[in-house]
């Protein structure tokens, strides 16, 4: 296997360009790096368009095995590079050795189709996409299957995002679609749908929670608009006992989901009232 030691490479020019969301929109592609979330990579059969690693950076033995692995299956999109262009192309201050460029995966609104005991997440436009890709992390760890991206949210196929999901990314099912198609959405599939609003509605912890349910999450800065505070059956909001008046989004987000995880753990989902 031949070395790639040049910047000027057209092929490292083509991976280095993903850094742009326009370019990854238009390919289709994301640019992956870190020892875990490659090698959940080559574990969940994501489809990998190249798997890239640096001999002299690769020191990990899991990351080696997992190296191997894909070699055997598809020993023609491995790229053996340098260390020198494996850390032009990387964004982290450590490299370890081992990337990839992958397939993204996106699924359509029309075939989720909510279940009795299944949490739905849908967010509105959220705008960075460090704290995307944490709500994507929690959101997997609190066994939602399905995220939905409303109008013009930040990608979680940006580097930044991709890192701070830890590799859930590859677990979940994303969606992206206008607020319009949503609201049709959730009327025809007739799933509840609870909007946190901040100092509106019921307490998170005293609501209840009907299942199947979606749970809408307003922007960072706005939060949800009248609009869709008016289309939600209930708003639910996080008391804030301190001098603050607000949470993070990814951490909201995470208090309200487990809230629902255990109030239908303990039985209090809704489903007979």
Known sequence: MIEITSTANPRIKEIKSLVSRKEREASGKAFIEGLRI????????????????CETLLTSQPGRDALNRFTTRHPERVMAVSEFVFRALSGKDGPQGL?????????????????SGEVILALDEPADPGNLGTILRTADSAGVHYVILLDHSTDPYDPTAIRASMGAIFNLHLTKCSLADFLQWTQKEGVHLAGAAGGEGVDYHLANYPAPLVLLMGSEREGLSKDHKAACDQLVSIPMVGRSDSLNLAMATGIILYEIVNHWRDGKDGRDS
């Open 38 to 53: 490659a090698i959940e990579a080559v574990d969940e059969q994501v489809e990998i368009d190249t798997l890239i690693f």
């Open 99 to 115: 990337a990839a460029v992958v397939q993204q995966r996106w699924h359509s609104l029309g075939d989720i189709h909510p279940q």
